[in-house]
């Protein structure tokens, strides 16, 4: 009884309560007008045959086709009206407007560097892959940068809590999802500290993402404590698309010399300090060096388009240290910096984004791969592109390996994600199971020589709606500790023979119609 009144009392409630009567109220005078004037029944069956022609037309992915196309079929004007109000992935027109500004404001630190041909000269498999990131994202190449991957949550958050004590300068945050407890105490902590200490703190957090796990002004409580705070694309309980678009990167930055990004969020779930779907297994990233620049870009501009206090992106700029400070700092020569090549990126909805940035870079992965590709993702709930992608590098004799989880952390995902599993089985990939519990990294790693470390599952929502960032790597010294930790991982996983991945028909019956649905949710 404690936990429904909870419930009834959250902000997800009553904003999700005020949308349902939103909805309903519009749909129901639809409906009167629709039913009580013959002028509006023949507007509205206009209107339903050009939502059709624009909908077939429409260049989108026919996953994303489908499933308007049933409602329709089955609610011919009505899903019209549905349709109008919800399909739409793109973002509002004030809001591209302020991400164009902001992008401009950046555009001078998005030249591509003179490392891009270094690259080329190294590989040109490699230089061709780095080519067309910068190409669709304007993120550039870099040398000079070292990286260690972290396996686990407690592992990143020990040697963030050490990194955010040596910020003397300034700290970037921007995270999905924050929750009061073990791991975000100490760190509120720290950045209070270091507010006070004059270090200039700014912290993005998703609203969404935080609304059952943070109280509605949260913002406020920093705010007094000189910590810059922004609540990202805040939550307003009115009918509109444009919530589908999240903010789901995972991003630090200290000082403009250490970054960090991956999958880990700042809750206590994350690093194991409460037990929830097992044992969570999660991984992150930390650059130190010259491509740090990119995710410093990217805050910028994901801070500054939130409309709050402007970052100078010139003034932390030149606040970074120079390369000969930096080698100094970190007690190392040139050579004996990583020798691998870096590039931070990111992703997000249209128009802001023209192409699906993290979806090409998974495709130019698996495309490109030789020997074997590995994967960790806790969904694997893709389009067709994708699915075929990774049966065709199979098909020609690439290993090609992917875990997902044992315990999910929603029952009807993984059902959808196990109903993947007999056609790429089928086709020699080898799927595992990660027995110990839930796992939430979201890895590819690739004949030992590429990797990708960070946000974007493979599901509709982070290849289509959200904001995501990632970090492709060539050659670094992280690249071997990804491969021997998903190796160590698959030791504890389970994996899934053709037997087992068939589903019982019931439950294949029901994983299809959700598949079918799948893109909307």
């Not at 009918?239 to 990004?261: A, C, F, M």
């Not at 315990?407 to 110990?436: F, R, W």
């Amino acid at each position: 009884m404690e936990r429904i009144e909870k419930i009834l009392r959250s902000r997800f409630f009553l904003a999700a309560l005020c949308i349902v009567l939103e909805f309903s109220q519009l749909l129901i005078v639809f409906v009167l007008l629709y039913e009580l004037f013959l002028p509006i029944t023949v507007l509205g069956w206009v209107f339903y045959v050009g939502i059709i022609l624009y909908l077939i037309n429409r260049d989108e992915i026919p996953e994303i086709k489908i499933p308007w196309l049933i409602i329709l079929c089955f609610l011919p004007v009505v899903g019209a009206f549905v349709y109008m109000l919800l399909s739409s992935n793109r973002t509002s027109e004030k809001e591209y407007r302020r991400y164009q500004q902001a992008g401009q404001e950046i555009r001078p630190w998005l030249e591509q560097t003179e490392d891009i041909q270094r690259l080329r000269e190294r590989d040109f498999d490699a230089y061709l892959q780095a080519n067309y990131l910068y190409s669709i994202s304007k993120m550039s190449c870099y040398s000079h940068t070292r990286t260690v991957y972290y396996p686990l949550g407690e592992d990143f958050y020990t040697a963030l809590l050490k990194d955010l004590e040596s910020a003397s300068r300034f700290i970037f945050m921007e995270y999905f999802i924050v929750q009061e407890g073990q791991m975000w105490n100490p760190i509120h902590e720290i950045l209070r500290r270091k507010a006070a200490e004059g270090v200039e703190v700014f912290f993005l957090y998703d609203d969404v993402g935080c609304m059952t796990t943070l109280p509605e002004h949260y913002y406020e409580t920093l705010e007094r404590e000189e910590i810059h705070c922004v609540p990202a694309n805040k939550f307003t309980p009115i009918l509109s698309h444009i919530h589908n678009n999240r903010d789901h990167r995972k991003i630090t930055v200290i000082d403009g010399q250490i970054g960090y990004t991956g999958g880990i969020n700042l809750a206590d779930e994350y690093i194991n300090a409460i037990e929830k779907h097992g044992h969570w297994k999660d991984s992150a990233v930390r650059l130190e060096g010259e491509a740090v620049q990119n995710l410093m870009l990217l805050f910028i501009a994901a801070w500054n388009a939130q409309g709050a206090i402007h970052l100078d992106g010139s003034r932390y700029m030149n606040q970074r240290l120079e390369k000969k400070e930096l080698l100094q700092r970190v007690n190392a020569s040139d050579e004996s910096l990583d020798d691998g090549f870096v590039i931070p990126f990111g992703d997000g909805p249209e128009p802001i984004y023209r192409y699906r940035t993290g979806k090409n870079v998974y495709l130019n992965m698996i495309n490109g791969a030789r020997k074997y590709l590995y994967i960790t993702t806790p969904y694997l709930i893709c389009d067709r592109e994708l699915l075929n992608a990774l049966r065709n590098a199979s098909r020609k004799g690439v290993d090609v390996r992917i875990i997902t989880p044992h315990i999910p952390d929603k029952k009807a995902i993984l059902l959808m994600t196990q109903s993947n599993y007999s056609v790429l089985i089928e086709d020699g990939v080898k799927i595992y199971e990660y027995t110990p519990g839930f796992i939430h990294a979201k890895n590819f790693v690739c004949d030992d020589k590429y990797a990708v470390c960070g946000t974007i599952n493979l599901d509709y929502r982070s290849l289509v709606h959200h904001f995501e960032c990632g970090v492709w790597m060539y050659g670094t010294e992280c690249i071997g500790q990804m491969k021997e930790d998903f190796l160590e991982t698959v030791g504890v996983s389970e994996r899934i023979s053709a037997e087992q991945a068939g589903l019982k028909s019931w439950r294949r019956f029901l994983a299809e119609i959700m598949k079918a649905f799948s893109p909307l949710m």
